[in-house]
C-alpha cells in the first residue's frame, strides 16, 4: 500500500525537499473514493523563482557532463522503476483513478521511454558534411537549450513526465517540473525515484501548485527558456501567449477529437473491441481516445447494436480492484463536464443509446464515476462530434463511403490520432496517405502509441513540434553547426569557391 494519508509533501529544490514559501497546501484525494492521498505544497512566484535559480545553477555543470554518463544515471532510473513497477501501478489506481492494467501500461511507457532515452546518450547524432572549401572542416551538433520549464497533466501521470524529462535530462537541459495538482503524489515518486538514481542537486526540481499561479510564474520566468506543455487547447493557447514576451521555445501537445472509421468490409468485431478499449479505457481521458465512430452505413446497425452490448457489459469500480473495467473520472468538474455533454448531445438531436449517467450504486457514490455513454445518430457538425469531452463519452456518425469517412474523420479543429477498420489494401493506404493527424492506426483504435514513434499532431493539436522517438531531440536541443578552418589562410565562403 501506497497511499499516504494527510501526510504533508514538499517540493524539491536545488536537492532538498522544502514547503511553499506561503506556507499553503492543497489536497489530492482519490477519484474513486474521496480518500486522502497527501497534502501539497501550493507554490507561488517565489517558489518557482527558487526552482528556476537551483535549475540554472545546476546546469552549468549538467550541460558539461557527457551525454553517456546523463544516459547511464537514466538507465539507473528505468531499473528504479521497473522495481517500483507494482507500487507505482497501485498508487496511481488510487491517485489518479485508471485500472490496474493501464497503470501498469502507464509505468512501463515510463520505463521504456527512459531506456530507450538512455541510450540515446550514445548516439545524439549531428552531421558532419564536406565543406565547400579546402582544409575546412563542418559539423552540426545538437546542444541543451537550457532550463526546460515541463507542466504535465493527470491523465499519464508516470508516461508524461518520462516523455518530457527523460530526453530533456540526456540532452543536457535541466528541469523544473510542475505537475498536475491532481496527481502530485505520483509526480513526487516520480522525482524521489530520480534523485535516488544519482541525478545531481539543482538537475531536476519539482514545484507543485496550480497552473494559473506556479505554471504562470513557470511560463513567464524569463530564466526558463523552453517550455513543454501537456493539456488543453485553451491552456496551450495561454502558454504561448504567455511565454511570447521572451520568444521561448514552446512544445504543445493539446486536445484531440480522434475517430476510428469502420469500412463496409471491415471485421466487426475487432473494430467493437478496439472502439471499446479506445474509447472507455482510461475513462475516455485520453488525449488520443476514440471520441468519434464513423461507420459505413451498411455495417452501421450491426456495429451499434454489438458496440451498445458490450459497454453495457463493463463494469464501474475502483481501478484497483480486478473486476473493474472503467474506473472513475478524475474529478468533479470532470464528470460535470461529461454530464453537460449529454445533455448538450441529446438537445442536439442525437440518440443517447447507452450510459449519459452518473453511476451512483454502491460504494461508486463516493468517487466521480460516469457509464460508457454512446451517442448514436450523431451528425458530424454536432458539438458532441467537434469538442473534445475527455470522458467516457462517444458519437456513431453513419457514412455513405469512404470518401465521406475520410471528410468527417478530418472536419475537426484537431489533428492527434485516427484510425480505419478496413481489409481493403487500396483503401487502408488512401487513408494512411488522407487522415490529417499524427498518428494513424490500420485495425487498431486510437490508442496505444509506441515511445520510439514521434507522438503528437497536426492543426489545433500542438504548433507542429512532436514528443517521443528521435523528434524528441528536437525539442530538447538547438542545433549548432560548427566551422574548423584549418588552412592556415582567409578563406571565404561563396566567394573563394565561385566557380571559374
Ligand atoms: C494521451 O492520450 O495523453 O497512445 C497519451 C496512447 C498512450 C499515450 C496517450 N501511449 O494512448
Not at 504562470?216 to 504561448?240: K, N, Q, Y
Amino acid at each position: 500500500m501506497t497511499t499516504t494519508g494527510t501526510k504533508t509533501f514538499k517540493n524539491f529544490i536545488g536537492g532538498e525537499w522544502v514547503d511553499a514559501v506561503s506556507g499553503d497546501t492543497f489536497e489530492s484525494r482519490s477519484p474513486a473514493t474521496g480518500e486522502p492521498i497527501g497534502l501539497f505544497p501550493k507554490s507561488g512566484a517565489e517558489d518557482v523563482d527558487r526552482a528556476v535559480r537551483a535549475a540554472q545553477a545546476a546546469y552549468e555543470d549538467w550541460r558539461l557532463e557527457p551525454a553517456p554518463k546523463r544516459g547511464e544515471i537514466l538507465m539507473r532510473f528505468a531499473r528504479v522503476l521497473e522495481r517500483e513497477k507494482e507500487a507505482l501501478t497501485d498508487l496511481m489506481t488510487r491517485e489518479m483513478g485508471k485500472v490496474k492494467a493501464e497503470a501498469g501500461g502507464d509505468v512501463q511507457e515510463a520505463i521504456d521511454m527512459t531506456y530507450y532515452m538512455a541510450g540515446e546518450g550514445r548516439r545524439m547524432w549531428g552531421q558532419t558534411t564536406p565543406s565547400e572549401l579546402r582544409d575546412k572542416f563542418n559539423m552540426s551538433v545538437r546542444v541543451p537549450v537550457g532550463v526546460v520549464g515541463a507542466i504535465t497533466p493527470w491523465n499519464f501521470p508516470i508516461a508524461i513526465p518520462s516523455w518530457k524529462l527523460a530526453p530533456a535530462l540526456v540532452c543536457g537541459n535541466t528541469v523544473v517540473l510542475k505537475p498536475a495538482e491532481d496527481t502530485p503524489l505520483l509526480a513526487e515518486r516520480f522525482v524521489e525515484l530520480l534523485e535516488e538514481s544519482g541525478l545531481p542537486a539543482g538537475v531536476v526540481n519539482i514545484v507543485h501548485g496550480y497552473g494559473e499561479t506556479a505554471g504562470d510564474a513557470l511560463v513567464r520566468h524569463p530564466g526558463v527558456p523552453i517550455i513543454t506543455f501537456t493539456g488543453s487547447r485553451e491552456t496551450g493557447v495561454a502558454v504561448t501567449k504567455a511565454a511570447a514576451d521572451n520568444l521561448k521555445h514552446v512544445h504543445l501537445e493539446l486536445g484531440g477529437k480522434n475517430a476510428i472509421i469502420v469500412l463496409e468490409d471491415a471485421d466487426v468485431d475487432l473494430a467493437v473491441e478496439g472502439i471499446l478499449w479506445s474509447a472507455f479505457g482510461t475513462s475516455g481521458q485520453r488525449c488520443t481516445a476514440a471520441s468519434r465512430v464513423i461507420a459505413h452505413e451498411k455495417i452501421y446497425d450491426a456495429l451499434q447494436s454489438k458496440l451498445v452490448a458490450a459497454a453495457e457489459r463493463l463494469r464501474l469500480g475502483p481501478g484497483w480492484d480486478d473486476e473493474t473495467d472503467v474506473g472513475p473520472v478524475i474529478n468533479k468538474a470532470a464528470i460535470e463536464k461529461s454530464h453537460a455533454y449529454t445533455k448538450i448531445g441529446s438537445d442536439e438531436g442525437a440518440r443517447l443509446l447507452t450510459g449519459g449517467e452518473i453511476a451512483t450504486e454502491g460504494d461508486l457514490g463516493n468517487g466521480f464515476f460516469y457509464r460508457p455513454t454512446i451517442f448514436g445518430d450523431v451528425d458530424a457538425q454536432m458539438r458532441i462530434a467537434q469538442e473534445e469531452i475527455f470522458g467516457p463519452t462517444t458519437a456513431l456518425i453513419k457514412v455513405r463511403d469512404f470518401d465521406e469517412a475520410i471528410r468527417v474523420s478530418n472536419g475537426i479543429k484537431y489533428g492527434l490520432s485516427s484510425s480505419i477498420y478496413t481489409r481493403d489494401v487500396n483503401k487502408a493506404f488512401r487513408a494512411m496517405r488522407d487522415l490529417v493527424a499524427g498518428i494513424t492506426y490500420v485495425n487498431a483504435g486510437t490508442t496505444g502509441a509506441e515511445v520510439h514513434l514521434p507522438f503528437g499532431g497536426t492543426k489545433d493539436t500542438g504548433n507542429g513540434h512532436r514528443e517521443a522517438g528521435q523528434a524528441a531531440l528536437d525539442v530538447f536541443t538547438e542545433w549548432k553547426s560548427i566551422y574548423v578552418d584549418y588552412s592556415g589562410k582567409l578563406q571565404r565562403a561563396q566567394i573563394d569557391n565561385a566557380a571559374g
